[in-house]
């Protein structure tokens, strides 16, 4: 039996499509019954037989601070891929990311201990992988974190969250560690994730900068976390990218997909500075959500350039281009929007 943690997510939901094609023993967890329409969704992109396919999972309601719930979860189960997290870059929300991704990693973790899960794989970001002072120097597997850097909350709870799991291959779990880029795929445009960067620049970012960061198709993770587990590869970590692309590359390519104008204007450092703080000042007085931090100002401006062969060697691995990967996702987001277009009571 495979139980999948996060499985409303837009890893969680590719990776049930692609487990359910050889394995009909399949759990996973959800947390709000109405994000599970959009794994049917997901399902719908690939197979016109979904509705099927979707009743083979096992689904039960649980959070991953509610041992009782996973108890429950992780009767009968043998292998545990684990991708929910709470993914945010807003400072005031650190206490709440350490109690889902590194509380919430631990629960799954000793439950794997408990239940003698066989192997456990873990979801995590190439956020958690340290940097080099050379720009131009790859970032490998290898590559050390500084806890003295100035990291973002979210970055620090995922490390906090992998220790979690290093903890547990001392304790009698084998695990393997996926640190993907920036994942881009279909079906989840409003979830504030990275699949709604394509509705960003489809309603129109009048910015970039030549900042840089690595990107993965979302088949290519969902692949590369079943091969793994499949293997007798244990105990290890894998970044998992497919190229590494400026900012503004990404945001050209994704234009030109969508038919609209790419950002035209650059972000200076100034204008970012600008940004952040009257972004701060914002929450302050209205107490709305922050969508720019400190830290989010750096990483637009930053070179981080990732290598991902130790994937490619070990399992003879092959990533889907990005130019490739944006023309699929932007395709289905455009059929979306039409058929909304047309029934916006979406039925």
Known sequence: MILVTGGTGLVGSHLLYNLLKTNDKIKAIYRRQHKLELVKKV?????????????????????????????IAFKDVSYVYHCAAFVSFEPDKYHQLRKINIEGTANVVNLCISHQVKKL?????IATIGHHQNPQQLITEDTIWNQDDDNSVYAITK????NEVWRGTQEGVDAVIVNPGIIIGPGLWHSGGSSSLIKKIYKGMPYYTHGVTAYVDVDDVVRAMVS???????????????????FKEFQDLTAAALGVKPASKEATSIILGIGWRLDWLRRLLTGKRRRFSKQMTKSAKSITKYDASKLK???????KPMQVSIKETCQLFLEDLNREAKDPSGR
């Open 159 to 162: 490390y906090g969250a992998e």
């Open 228 to 246: 793994l587990m499949q293997s007798t590869i244990k105990n290890e970590r894998f970044i998992v990218i497919s190229e590494n692309l400026s």
């Open 121 to 125: 794989c873990y979801i995590s970001s």
């Open 43 to 71: 399902f719908a992109y690939y197979s016109s037989d979904f509705e099927s396919i979707y009743k083979k999972i096992e689904w039960i309601e649980a959070d991953l601070i509610d041992i009782p719930a996973l108890q």
């Open 313 to 319: 060697n070990r399992l003879d691995f092959e990533f």
